[in-house]
């Protein structure tokens, strides 16, 4: 899993590509908290690269959503492959994250 | 019926033989792209349980996973481990309908298995836990 993170003015950009898995959850967890106790309130996360999550990924989507929402801050995704979409859908969490097609709409959003 | 089996230890590290197992799997039987995505998935969850809380002790422990193709184009992947008796079937699924606040942190993968696969049966045999997972290969 590799990741990139942008600090822009009004959000960080933050793509992901390869694994999310249980091997490579924690690294992002940890790089997503840095962010935000960083004093970052918008993350975009371009998921484009993404071409694989188990549940180890989902809960630290959940716990970084749970943790934007605690400080009214926005965790916006974008560019879900298929694949990963589906498993956004059967564990519930298409309804409780703000999913964009693309990182303009993310941006706006 | 086609059979091919896959042994791990009781390691994390263990995973990534799956992952390239599963590769060669999906080319040798012809499994469609969705399919190995999925059974990557599932295989994670599974495997993932067992070697984080199957065991007791600190020794090493093989995990055999038998998979089987039948003519009717039915997958099976049994897998068998001599740990702690353990029947995921029996776990409740996850509330779906609570919000971002209210949702628990994890208890996602057996739900995840039970969705994906068809069927999710469990036994307890002489001492092993026998988790037994099919479902359509075109389905």
Request: charged letters at 25%; one cysteine or more.
């Amino acid at each position: 899993m590799n990741v990139k993170i942008t600090t822009l003015p009004d959000y960080t950009l933050i793509s992901v590509e390869g694994r999310v898995d249980t091997t490579t959850s924690a690294g992002l967890e940890k790089t997503l908290m840095e962010s935000i106790d960083g004093g970052c309130t918008k993350i975009i996360l371009d998921c484009s690269g993404i071409n694989y999550i188990s549940s180890s990924g989902l809960r630290v989507f959940l716990v970084i959503q749970k943790k934007m929402i605690s400080i009214k801050g926005h965790f916006n995704l974008c560019n879900l492959q298929p694949g990963i979409r589906e498993i956004f859908d059967i564990s519930g969490f298409s309804s409780i994250f703000s999913i964009f097609p693309d990182k303009e709409a993310a941006m706006i959003g | 019926m086609e059979i091919k089996t896959l042994v791990v230890d009781n390691q994390m590290s263990e995973l990534s033989k799956v992952v390239d197992f599963l590769d060669e799997l999906g080319e040798d039987w012809g499994l469609p792209a969705g399919l190995v995505f999925s059974l990557n998935l599932v295989m994670e969850e599974a495997l993932t349980n067992i070697i984080l809380y199957g065991f007791e002790d600190n020794n090493r422990h093989t995990i055999d996973i038998n998979f089987g193709k039948s003519a009717a184009e039915e997958l099976s992947i049994t897998i068998i481990d001599d740990g702690l008796p353990y029947d995921p079937t029996l776990k409740a699924d996850p509330d779906l309908s609570l919000s971002v606040e209210e949702r628990p942190i994890g208890g996602l993968g057996i739900f995840l298995i039970k969705k994906i696969m068809d069927k999710v049966e469990y036994q307890r045999n002489n001492s092993n836990n026998f988790l037994i997972l099919t479902k359509n290969i075109n389905s």
